[in-house]
């Protein structure tokens, strides 16, 4: 069993600063690509940026200026920093990783989601 747990949502004022995390944990054997996605009320859900084992890196068009994804592979976390935030970034922000349990299967895992709220 993988489980994704993501930490550090809540409220931030408009033009603030917030980072968030997920922690995988379980029995695995490797973390492939991580990424962190988001939905906002009666949106679709919309990729913020994904990160590989590697560090390589994919940032969506809308937010690549203003945060910064990184990952710890010894702890198997992935972290979202997100700077100079708006109203526009309130959702809830959903963790996501292809993991490998055993020697022939990858699956992909969500995490349950962390709350951002942008508002004075």
């Known amino acids: 069993q993988v489980q994704l747990v993501e930490s550090g949502g809540g409220l931030v004022q408009p033009g603030g600063s917030l980072r968030i995390s997920c922690k995988a944990s379980?029995?695995?054997?490797?973390?492939?690509?991580m990424a962190w996605y988001r939905q906002a009320p009666g949106q679709q859900r919309e990729l913020v940026v994904s990160?590989?084992?590697?560090?390589?890196?994919n940032y969506a068009d809308s937010m690549k200026d203003r945060t910064t994804v990184s990952r710890d592979n010894a702890k198997n976390t992935v972290f979202l920093q997100m700077n100079s935030m708006n109203v526009e970034d309130t959702a809830v922000y959903l963790c996501?990783?292809?993991?490998?349990?055993?020697?022939?299967?990858?699956?992909?895992?969500w995490g349950q989601g962390t709350q951002v709220t942008v508002s004075s």
């Open positions: 996501y990783a292809d993991v490998q349990t055993t020697l022939e299967l990858t699956r992909t895992y």
């Open positions: 379980g029995r695995f054997i490797k973390i492939g690509t």
């Open positions: 990160i590989t084992s590697g560090g390589t890196t």
